[in-house]
């Protein structure tokens, strides 16, 4: 019997996504053992979504879900993404990374606030990923 995959990535557009660490990011922040799946998506679904789940008419950069204890989902919309960090003056890499690690502090049950903030950036440091717009 093959063992699961513990970390799957999906694309659903066809916008890319820089190239990260995202499995040892997610053992380092969920374990090994959880099983994640990063989805990326286009706006109209990333905004369907959104309208759904969080009652939000905007397209979201990135969004969590806790399927079950052990399991759950990250989806990633690139474009929104790509937005963002030219606003914000960070370069496409270290804003994803930012995003999918803002997602599993989320997933593990952390909420906003200066603890979360600090964690993300300490997090980012150890991947040694650093903003270079």
């Known amino acids: 019997m ?3 995959k ?18 040892r990011m997610k053992n380092m922040v969920l374990g ?18 959104n309208r759904t789940y969080r009652k939000k008419d905007s397209v979201p950069d990135i969004l969590s879900f806790s399927l079950e ?4 989902e990250v989806v990633l919309d690139p474009r929104q993404a790509r937005r963002e960090c030219n606003s914000r003056g960070e370069s496409l890499r270290f804003f ?3 995003l999918f690690i803002h997602a599993l502090l989320h997933l593990k049950g952390w909420h906003h606030g200066s603890t979360m ?9 150890t991947f040694h990923i ?4």
Request: glycine share 6%; hydrophobic share 40%; with cysteine.
């Open 69 to 72: 204890k052990g399991l759950g």
């Open 96 to 98: 994803v990374a930012l």
């Open 130 to 133: 650093k903003n270079s717009s």
């Open 32 to 49: 090994k053992k959880y099983c994640l799946s990063l989805v990326t998506v286009s706006d109209a679904y990333a905004r369907k979504l």
């Open 117 to 125: 903030e600090r964690q993300e950036q300490k997090l980012l440091l």
């Open 6 to 23: 513990t970390f799957t990535i999906t694309r659903l557009t066809k916008e890319g996504v820089p190239i990260l660490p995202f499995l």
């Open 2 to 4: 093959a063992a699961a």
